[in-house]
């Protein structure tokens, strides 16, 4: 009796497997996480437009993403919030030719916690003693962590700081402590302080010269499986419709001549 | 080896043996009680040592950081009192090794206690030896081999805790990342020789542990 309920429940799964790859035309996309609401939004658009298709998701600090990509993951599309990860790919030939564009750009902000008293106005502030924990994303992986340690260090303060400094694995998990109060301060997008409401608010924003501009480029990655459903999901995103989102999102529009 | 890697090993160590010597100091008397005296809630007690053998890490490590973050259970009113906070220092790191191994030295210990010949005991108590020292001085030294191979894998599975780690302590070079935290990272960002030397000396390490695990183990029986 066990036996043949068993068996017919292993034909009924075999069966949905067997179903599930014949209809699945999956189109994975590796992304930044910072860009995680503005591209999910825009995905479910894409794959109502595109019946039959399905978009995978693949969020992280796009070092991480880059290695995956490095170690051969099949990959469709790549978003990168910086133009260092992209060269990487770029140079080891792994990504298609001529796919490459830039789809917004962001700013680097220093949040708080949202019912911390602390006084934090200025950058000078963060070496103050009432500031005890402050956390960026890991700079040798995460981008977001690479434009605060190049913010800091032109203002002279990244040395000093280091005892301080509390490393996440993205700038969401960033985002996170500040938001869990485990850190006095942090540095993450202006986009990222949006999406928490009352849990963090904005301290102040590290001068735009102190750092290169924060541009988000996206590719199709060589070897994708999905090459024209990736081309065409990019073009969907620089479109007006997804520039609008973007837009919505508190990204602002790609520099001209960005890479 | 990188100064890194350097002082990730030597992190490594001082947080196993931190978290070694409060298993021991914690876990032993539990080994005992659960062996030796039942007690009202002993199920209970058994049931929640037991729990991080089987639990996620990440599960504990939420728990963790639920009791012991900056606005914990815990961690708040200790925060309040003294200005300092458990996560992100190698003490939150002491303490997710200390929970994730305190099954394997409380299991290992209970069935080393539960093999000492009650008879023994009980002639004990007949020459007017009290309990504690009855335990002190016949139980716990006739189980000693089982103890310390207890002990021996409770080092073990603290040196190689990861999950509960990353959570609380967060993976801080110098202050937090240990062993097991410092492969991940030099895998994440294509450090394979860098990895490689770690992965090749926890795992000469933890072969040793277990040898001496078994040896001891094989005596104990």
């Not at chain 1, 189109?27 to 298709?53: M, Y």
């Not at chain 1, 080891?92 to 006084?119: C, E, Y």
């Not at chain 1, 956390?135 to 032109?154: D, I, K, M």
């Not at chain 1, 402590?177 to 990222?192: C, I, L, M």
Request: proline share 6%; charged share 20%; net charge positive.
């Amino acid at each position: 009796m066990i036996v043949r309920a068993i068996r017919r429940i292993l034909v009924v799964a075999l069966g949905l497997g067997l179903a599930a790859t014949a209809s699945a035309q999956p189109v994975t996309v590796s992304a930044a996480i910072s860009v995680k609401d503005a591209v999910s939004e825009l995905g479910r658009g894409f794959a109502a437009s595109h019946p039959g298709v399905t978009l995978l998701y693949n969020w992280g600090s796009s070092g991480s993403l880059q290695k995956q990509i490095e170690a051969g993951a099949p990959i469709d599309v790549f978003i990168s919030a910086a133009a260092l990860q992209m060269d990487a790919l770029e140079e080891r030939k792994l990504l298609a030719p001529g796919t490459r564009k830039v789809i917004a750009r962001n700013l680097l902000t220093v949040i708080k916690p949202g019912d911390s008293r602390v006084d934090i106005v200025k950058p000078g502030d963060l070496v103050e003693t009432r500031v005890r924990r402050i956390v960026v994303g890991n700079p040798r992986t995460v981008p977001a962590g690479q434009y605060a340690e190049e913010s800091l260090r032109a203002l002279g303060l990244w040395d000093r700081l280091q005892p301080k400094l509390v490393f996440a694995e993205d700038v969401r998990q960033a985002l996170e402590y500040v938001a869990r109060g485990e850190v006095d301060a942090g540095f993450v997008y202006t986009t990222d302080a949006t999406t928490r409401g009352r849990g963090v608010k904005e301290a102040f924003r590290p001068a735009e010269d102190t750092y290169r501009p924060v541009v988000y480029p996206a590719a199709v990655v060589a070897g994708a499986r999905q090459p024209a459903l990736a081309a065409a999901f990019i073009d969907l995103l620089l479109s007006r419709e997804g520039q609008a989102v973007l837009s919505r999102f508190g990204f602002q529009p790609p520099p001209a001549g960005a890479r | 080896m990188s100064p890194d890697s350097i002082s990730a090993l030597r992190l490594s160590l001082q947080v196993a043996v931190a978290a070694t010597a409060l298993n021991a100091l914690v876990g032993i008397p539990i080994a005992y009680a659960l062996a030796r005296r039942p007690f009202w809630g002993r199920s209970l007690v058994d049931l929640l040592v037991t729990l991080p053998l089987v639990l996620p890490p990440t599960v504990v490590g939420y728990y963790l950081i639920v009791l012991l973050g900056r606005r914990g259970v815990l961690g708040a009113p200790l925060y309040q009192l003294t200005g300092f906070t458990v996560a992100f220092t190698w003490y939150a790191a002491v303490v997710a090794a200390t929970v994730m191994a305190l099954p394997l030295l409380v299991r290992t210990v209970r069935a080393a206690i539960e093999s000492v010949d009650r008879d023994l005991e009980r002639a004990a108590y007949t020459l007017g030896r009290s309990e504690l020292r009855t335990a002190l001085e016949v139980t716990l030294p006739l189980a000693r081999n089982g103890i310390l191979a207890g002990l021996v894998l409770a080092f073990a599975r603290a040196l190689g805790e990861f999950g509960a780690t990353l959570m609380l302590a967060g993976n801080i070079p110098g202050r937090t990342q240990t062993v097991p935290l410092s492969i991940y990272t030099a895998v994440q960002t294509g450090e394979s020789a860098e990895a490689l030397g770690l992965v090749a000396v926890l795992t000469a390490l933890s072969c040793l542990v277990l040898i001496a695990a078994n040896r001891l183990g094989a005596r104990a029986a």
